[in-house]
């Protein structure tokens, strides 16, 4: 019966209690002071489904879709002219290891014409507790491992778009090694100096949007724990 009891005395704080204050206040005093029983399980538990945050996330990301530019890199001694944009094209929360969550990310390179090439990454994030609050969200406050990967066929992708960027006078006269080896120069560049810039950039305004917050009950809590199940696949606080 503890899970109820916390869950009515929540309500009854966050009500107002009137002229029961002094009993509610003794009830909660009895409650947080009781001695721990050997092996006692959660008093609180909640399940957070991860089809339902998924479908929230999509739906915000379609609003407000998230763009940055990027700087272009020296291709050296390929002289080119082009901007680049990132833009979040998926954030998707997933079943993790014990104690974290894991964040499945995707973005889109753009030139002024067309997709550049893809980038994704898998987030593991420590869960942020305060005496109220847990909160999941992508910062640099909070981001445990964050690993960039080109999307299918980037080599060729990277290529083909440095080719596009080059004056048509002179592009068919560029020897293809000359061509890969700054292909390679941008996809280095993407997953390293860019992909620092975006952590600090699109990805505060992407945890500042997607953010899940979870009210916590209003009495001390010694320990919160986050653990994933994957049939369904949820969140369980």
Avoid: Y
């Avoid at 700054?182 to 975006?198: C, E, M």
């Avoid at 979870?214 to 949820?234: E, Q």
């Amino acid at each position: 019966m503890r899970p109820l009891t916390l869950v009515a005395l929540s309500c009854l704080v966050a009500a107002g209690c009137g002229s029961r204050c002094k009993d509610v206040a003794a009830v909660r005093t009895a409650l947080t002071s009781r001695a721990a029983a050997p092996n006692r399980s959660a008093d609180l538990q909640v399940t957070i489904p991860l089809a339902r945050a998924n479908a929230v996330i999509a739906e915000l990301l379609a609003q407000k879709p998230l763009t940055v530019p990027l700087d272009v890199p020296d291709l050296g001694p390929l002289e080119i002219s082009t901007t680049l944009t990132a833009t979040v094209t998926r954030l998707v929360l997933e079943p993790g290891p014990p104690g974290v969550v894991r964040v499945a990310v995707s973005l889109s390179i753009d030139d002024p014409q067309q997709q550049v090439t893809a980038i994704d990454a898998v987030a593991e994030l420590e869960p942020q507790i305060t005496s109220d609050e847990l909160g999941i969200g992508i910062g640099p406050e909070n981001v445990v491992k964050l690993v960039p990967v080109l999307g299918a066929g980037a080599q060729q992708k990277l290529g083909a778009a440095v080719t596009r960027w080059m004056p048509d006078r002179i592009a068919s006269k560029i020897p293809q090694a000359v061509v890969d080896l700054a292909a390679s120069k941008l996809g280095s560049h993407l997953t390293g100096a860019a992909w620092t810039v975006l952590q600090k950039t699109l990805f505060v305004k992407l945890g500042e949007l997607t953010r899940v917050k979870l009210r916590l009950p209003d009495v001390p809590i010694a320990n919160v724990s986050v653990a994933s199940v994957r049939s369904p696949a949820a969140l369980v606080v």
